[in-house]
Protein backbone atom coordinates (compact mmCIF):
# COMPACT_ATOMS: atom_id res chain seq x y z
CA UNK A 1 0.00 0.00 0.00
CA UNK A 2 1.72 3.42 -0.81
CA UNK A 3 0.97 5.91 1.32
CA UNK A 4 1.14 9.74 0.20
CA UNK A 5 3.71 11.88 1.90
CA UNK A 6 2.57 14.38 4.50
CA UNK A 7 1.83 18.03 2.79
CA UNK A 8 3.58 19.74 6.05
CA UNK A 9 7.01 17.20 5.07
CA UNK A 10 7.03 18.64 1.12
CA UNK A 11 9.61 20.63 0.02
CA UNK A 12 8.42 22.77 -2.56
CA UNK A 13 10.49 22.86 -5.59
CA UNK A 14 8.99 26.89 -7.18
CA UNK A 15 12.06 29.14 -7.80
CA UNK A 16 11.60 31.61 -4.96
CA UNK A 17 11.04 28.42 -2.59
CA UNK A 18 14.04 26.48 -3.64
CA UNK A 19 16.80 29.84 -2.83
CA UNK A 20 16.97 29.51 0.74
CA UNK A 21 17.75 25.79 0.76
CA UNK A 22 20.58 25.91 -2.17
CA UNK A 23 21.63 28.64 0.14
CA UNK A 24 21.87 26.38 3.34
CA UNK A 25 23.66 24.07 1.37
CA UNK A 26 26.26 26.03 -0.19
CA UNK A 27 27.17 27.23 3.44
CA UNK A 28 27.17 23.59 4.54
CA UNK A 29 29.46 22.22 1.99
CA UNK A 30 31.62 25.72 2.20
CA UNK A 31 31.30 25.04 6.02
CA UNK A 32 32.81 21.57 5.38
CA UNK A 33 35.65 22.62 2.55
CA UNK A 34 37.09 24.39 5.27
CA UNK A 35 38.39 21.24 7.38
CA UNK A 36 40.01 20.09 3.94
CA UNK A 37 43.92 20.74 3.87
CA UNK A 38 44.91 20.96 0.40
CA UNK A 39 48.69 18.92 0.88
CA UNK A 40 46.32 15.81 2.50
CA UNK A 41 44.40 15.78 -0.03
CA UNK A 42 47.28 15.72 -2.55
CA UNK A 43 48.37 12.45 -0.83
CA UNK A 44 44.89 10.77 -1.22
CA UNK A 45 43.99 8.78 -4.02
CA UNK A 46 41.90 9.94 -6.54
CA UNK A 47 38.54 7.28 -7.84
CA UNK A 48 40.83 7.40 -11.01
CA UNK A 49 44.07 6.66 -9.64
CA UNK A 50 45.18 3.26 -9.73
CA UNK A 51 46.74 2.28 -6.43
CA UNK A 52 49.19 -1.00 -6.19
CA UNK A 53 49.25 -3.14 -3.07
CA UNK A 54 52.50 -2.86 -1.69
CA UNK A 55 55.38 -5.61 -2.81
CA UNK A 56 56.49 -8.60 -1.14
CA UNK A 57 59.57 -7.55 -1.30
CA UNK A 58 60.03 -4.07 -0.03
CA UNK A 59 56.50 -3.42 1.77
CA UNK A 60 56.30 0.01 0.04
CA UNK A 61 53.68 0.94 -2.54
CA UNK A 62 55.13 2.45 -5.80
CA UNK A 63 53.96 5.60 -6.53
CA UNK A 64 50.39 5.82 -8.13
CA UNK A 65 50.13 7.23 -11.64
CA UNK A 66 46.95 8.49 -12.77
CA UNK A 67 44.87 6.67 -15.13
CA UNK A 68 42.70 7.88 -17.59
CA UNK A 69 38.95 6.64 -17.64
CA UNK A 70 38.09 4.73 -20.21
CA UNK A 71 35.24 2.91 -18.51
CA UNK A 72 31.93 4.95 -18.97
CA UNK A 73 31.38 6.48 -15.25
CA UNK A 74 27.75 6.95 -14.45
CA UNK A 75 26.96 10.57 -15.25
CA UNK A 76 26.05 12.58 -12.22
CA UNK A 77 22.12 13.36 -11.59
CA UNK A 78 21.77 16.11 -12.93
CA UNK A 79 20.49 18.39 -10.31
CA UNK A 80 18.71 21.05 -12.63
CA UNK A 81 16.89 18.02 -14.93
CA UNK A 82 15.63 16.83 -11.25
CA UNK A 83 14.32 19.92 -9.98
CA UNK A 84 12.93 20.51 -13.57
CA UNK A 85 11.40 17.12 -13.32
CA UNK A 86 9.99 18.09 -9.69
CA UNK A 87 8.56 20.70 -10.62
CA UNK A 88 6.55 19.73 -13.45
CA UNK A 89 5.24 16.96 -11.43
CA UNK A 90 4.13 19.53 -8.94
CA UNK A 91 2.42 21.46 -11.67
CA UNK A 92 0.87 18.44 -12.91
CA UNK A 93 -0.61 17.84 -9.31
CA UNK A 94 -1.66 21.51 -9.18
CA UNK A 95 -3.25 20.99 -12.50
CA UNK A 96 -5.22 18.27 -11.73
CA UNK A 97 -6.60 19.95 -8.61
CA UNK A 98 -7.44 22.85 -10.86
CA UNK A 99 -9.47 20.54 -12.87
CA UNK A 100 -11.38 19.20 -9.91
CA UNK A 101 -12.01 22.28 -8.08
CA UNK A 102 -13.30 23.60 -11.86
CA UNK A 103 -15.41 20.53 -12.08
CA UNK A 104 -16.82 21.33 -8.38
CA UNK A 105 -17.64 25.16 -9.55
CA UNK A 106 -19.07 24.03 -12.29
CA UNK A 107 -21.43 22.06 -10.74
CA UNK A 108 -22.11 24.13 -7.76
CA UNK A 109 -23.54 26.97 -9.95
CA UNK A 110 -24.81 24.56 -12.09
CA UNK A 111 -27.28 23.57 -8.38
CA UNK A 112 -27.84 27.19 -8.12
CA UNK A 113 -28.97 28.18 -11.26
CA UNK A 114 -31.76 25.28 -11.56
CA UNK A 115 -33.10 25.89 -7.40
CA UNK A 116 -32.45 30.11 -7.18
CA UNK A 117 -32.79 31.40 -10.59
CA UNK A 118 -36.05 30.42 -10.92
CA UNK A 119 -36.99 31.85 -7.81
CA UNK A 120 -35.75 35.15 -8.55
CA UNK A 121 -37.25 34.89 -11.88
CA UNK A 122 -40.38 34.52 -10.64
CA UNK A 123 -40.07 36.88 -7.78
CA UNK A 124 -39.32 39.77 -10.43
CA UNK A 125 -41.93 38.87 -12.77
CA UNK A 126 -44.56 39.14 -10.07
CA UNK A 127 -43.22 42.99 -8.90
CA UNK A 128 -43.57 43.30 -12.64
CA UNK A 129 -46.94 42.70 -12.95
CA UNK A 130 -47.52 44.56 -9.91
CA UNK A 131 -45.84 47.64 -11.49
CA UNK A 132 -47.44 47.44 -14.75
CA UNK A 133 -50.73 46.97 -13.18
CA UNK A 134 -50.20 50.52 -10.98
CA UNK A 135 -48.97 52.07 -13.79
CA UNK A 136 -51.71 51.05 -15.99
CA UNK A 137 -54.46 51.85 -13.38
CA UNK A 138 -52.61 54.79 -13.14
CA UNK A 139 -52.56 55.94 -16.76
CA UNK A 140 -56.48 54.70 -17.18
CA UNK A 141 -57.34 57.01 -14.65
CA UNK A 142 -55.38 59.97 -16.49
CA UNK A 143 -56.51 59.19 -19.84
CA UNK A 144 -59.41 57.22 -20.35
CA UNK A 145 -61.07 58.04 -17.25
CA UNK A 146 -62.04 62.18 -18.12
CA UNK A 147 -63.45 60.51 -21.65
CA UNK A 148 -65.76 58.51 -20.13
CA UNK A 149 -66.86 61.22 -17.99
CA UNK A 150 -66.89 63.53 -20.80
CA UNK A 151 -69.17 61.18 -22.81
CA UNK A 152 -72.04 60.60 -19.87
CA UNK A 153 -72.03 64.41 -20.03
CA UNK A 154 -72.71 64.52 -22.90
CA UNK A 155 -75.20 62.01 -23.21
CA UNK A 156 -76.89 63.47 -20.16
CA UNK A 157 -76.92 67.05 -21.56
CA UNK A 158 -78.72 65.51 -25.06
CA UNK A 159 -81.21 63.72 -23.02
CA UNK A 160 -84.38 65.23 -23.90
CA UNK A 161 -86.10 67.32 -21.10
CA UNK A 162 -89.30 66.48 -20.49
Known amino acids: MTEAPKAELEIPLEDEDADPLFEKADALIQRHASFAIESELDDLPVL ?52 VLDSAINRHIQDWVATELPQLVSRELDDLAERLQAAAASHLRATLLPLISGEIADTLDKSPEA
Open 48 to 99: TDVVEPPTPATGVTPAAEPVPSTAAEPPLPDLAAAIAAAAQAEADRLAERLV
